[in-house]
């Protein structure tokens, strides 16, 4: 999976860069949400999934979620929130903006596993249904040229 980890802590940052990276993910990263939009300028159909921060200076992880979702193209990007501020969580909600999972800080490695095990497991049941009715669509029958 190709993944963009979001975090203004340098050492949380390279921890879960670190980790993901041995895990066989291609990862990229950025230190708050600004950064983290110039990245997904250069390369806006690459990125699977969002690991962010919410916490941030700059742009918060938040108004990157908000602006992810309001991009035609980056609103496919999963996302997975990590944020130390409980309070900062509820800003989110169940569901809410498009979030897959909220994990508390510090991070437990297994947990995030899990979390990406299960956005990739969505991904692989959701995404070939929206692409055979897309296919199906664009498959239809031909207008007559006549």
Do not use: F, Y
């Not at 510090?106 to 947990?111: A, F, S, T």
Request: hydrophobic fraction near 45%; charged fraction near 25%.
């Amino acid at each position: 999976m190709k993944i963009l980890v979001v975090d203004d802590d340098a050492v949380c940052r390279t921890v879960l860069v670190t980790a993901l990276r041995m895990d066989a993910h291609t990862v990229v990263e950025a230190e708050n949400g600004r950064r983290a939009l110039d990245v997904l300028a250069i390369r806006p159909c690459t990125i699977d999934l969002l690991i962010t921060d919410l916490m941030m200076p700059e742009m918060d992880g938040l108004a990157l979620i908000r602006h992810l979702r309001c991009s035609p193209d980056l609103e496919g990007v999963d996302v997975i929130v990590c944020s130390a501020n409980v309070k900062a969580q509820g800003a989110i909600g169940d569901g809410e903006a498009g979030v897959a999972q909220c994990l508390l800080k510090p991070i437990e490695l297994r947990e995030l596993r899990a979390a990406i095990d299960q956005v990739a497991r969505t991904r692989a049941t959701v995404r070939p249904a929206v692409s055979d009715v897309a296919a199906a669509r664009s498959s239809g029958p031909k207008p007559d040229p006549s």
